[in-house]
């Protein structure tokens, strides 16, 4: 689910993984049928998708309360023509999570990471670890914990040169952080949107159910929020 921690949480995979793969490039391209992927992108190693990835491998599905979901979306999207669509971006994840649990009766493993569960990142990777089957020391973690904690994210994902819509335009290659990709007034915290925007929340609450805010409301209930 977007901004759901689902970048640090491939941060962390990509820190158990093996190094890339040679052949990774020019085979892992649009250009030979990886359909989920935008036209002419070489996929991220490891792999990292908001789409359903249809395989028998391992995966990690990420995913918090999609009222803030779609709050902390919407905030990162407020310059551009895609906020609009916010709120379809997240209630697609319904059909994406509808899959996993359909891959996961068929025998795939799937960790599910649920965001306010996980706010300390040193249990997001020990959980990870176990996932994996990697064995990690306390030493590790702490260190992984230090290199991969929200203000050095923030440090990273403010690198760009300033472009206004870098939230969709620039990355910063090495760790995956997009531009502005953490919102300096919230830093993470489960409820943080809620309490920034009273006003929008109140809106979500009482749209009609059957616009997308109501579905997302119906949504965020179906998930225990």
Known sequence: MPRSASRVTWQIVKEFSPEKPSWWDSKMNT???????????????????????????????????????????????????RKNNAAYEILAQTKVMSALRRDEMKGRQVLWVKYEEFTDLSDRIKAIGVFMNVRVSSSQVSAIAEKLNI????????????????????????????????????????????????????????ACSRSELGQLRSFAAELGY
Request: overall charge negative; glycine content about 6%; hydrophobic content about 25%.
């Open 31 to 81: 250009g030979n049928s990886i359909g989920w992927a935008r036209p002419h992108e070489v996929m991220s190693y490891p792999i990292r998708s908001h789409s359903h990835v249809s395989s028998i491998d391992p995966v990690i599905y990420t995913y918090r309360n999609p009222i803030e979901s779609y709050m902390s979306l919407k905030s990162r999207l407020e310059d551009t023509d």
């Open 151 to 206: 203000k050095a994210n923030l440090e990273k994902s403010q690198r760009h040169s300033g472009e206004k819509n870098a939230f969709l335009t620039w990355e910063d290659k090495s760790s995956g952080m997009q531009g502005n990709h953490i919102n300096d007034q919230t830093l993470g915290e489960p409820g943080a949107y809620i309490k920034l925007y009273p006003k929008e929340y109140d809106e979500i609450l009482n």
